[in-house]
């Protein structure tokens, strides 16, 4: 399974996408559940019989790709323990407009007290994993699509399991966890060598360090300083191509910058192994899903 130099070691290479474990992803549930719920559902208590008991069903209004059912039961769950939710399609999976996606079933109340929540985080998250599966569609097998940092506060580690869910490949997933070097890290150290050679210095020979690079001749100065792997950073096609050529093979090469579903083909047409794209999680659009009570 392709996997990048800097893919987390906490977050799994690309799917199927296993279950987030209960012990990341129940925190950060709860505290989003503690933001819109507060002490109480005013409405709910207001308007529903708390004896009345039903079913759920959280549907598709369009074409997606599926990231997120776990999450959302997930929701309901720590919304009241009373509510079986039944997941109706996997995370990763095609599914076609008025596709069931998961069913609930138990006390109407803490249902509509959970159904916002789960549907915000449902939408957003198959919506990044549709993003992300078109953009590996385009990719055509050429390179492989990763993530960056460029998500929503509070959600990475939801948003990168979308990308995942959609055939993509993690990035690094914070600071702590790999060493890219960027442009203004070159310019505080003096040059991209003294930058990857302290890099590698400092954090030694178990992490990977990546290094921008903006111009050909400093591909060489990169590679002979020890670098891992390079980011071709805002190059155009005949540029990338030329770049790759002068990697020969030394290193794996990402290539970055406003990569787009109509650029993403011309780019991992260049060879480079990697194309990261900030688009797949700080601008997909949600996908439209419904919840009904049967």
């Known amino acids: 399974m392709v996997r990048h130099p800097l893919g987390s070691r906490l977050v799994p290479a690309p799917g199927p996408s296993p279950p987030l474990a209960p012990d990341r992803l129940d925190p950060l549930l709860r505290r989003l559940l503690e933001e819109d719920v507060g002490t109480i559902d005013l409405t709910t208590a207001a308007c529903i019989d708390a004896t009345a008991t039903g079913t759920a069903v959280v549907a598709t209004r369009e074409a997606a ?10 929701c309901f769950e720590l919304v009241d323990p009373r509510l079986r939710p039944a997941p109706l399609a996997a995370d990763g999976a095609a599914v076609g407009a008025g596709t069931p996606l998961l069913r609930i079933t138990g006390p109407v109340a803490p249902i509509l007290t959970g159904e ?21 569609a385009a990719a055509n097998g050429g ?80 590679i002979e300083a020890g670098a891992d792997a390079l980011l071709l950073d805002n190059m155009p096609p005949a540029t990338l191509r030329r770049a790759v050529k002068e990697v020969g093979g030394r290193c794996p090469t990402e290539a970055s910058g406003g ?32 919840l009904e009570l049967e």
């Open 259 to 290: 990569v787009t579903l109509e650029t993403v083909a011309t780019v991992a047409a260049t060879g480079v192994d990697f194309i990261s794209v900030g688009a797949l999680t700080h601008s997909p659009r949600a996908i439209d899903l419904t």
């Open 65 to 74: 790709t599926c990231a997120g059912v776990t999450v959302a039961a997930r």
């Open 143 to 222: 390179a492989a699509i990763c993530d960056t940092r460029k998500t929503t506060p509070g959600l990475r580690l939801l948003e990168k399991y979308a990308v995942r869910c959609g055939g993509g490949v993690s990035h690094r997933f914070g600071l702590f966890d790999g060493i890219l070097i960027k442009d203004n890290h070159i310019k505080a150290c003096g040059s991209v060598a003294e930058a990857v050679v302290r890099a590698r210095q400092h954090a030694g020979a178990e992490v990977a360090v990546e290094v921008e690079v903006e111009r050909l001749e400093e591909i060489d100065e990169a």
């Open 116 to 136: 916002r929540l789960a549907l915000n985080l449902f939408q957003r998250l198959c919506g990044i994993a549709t993003l992300t599966a078109r953009f590996v």
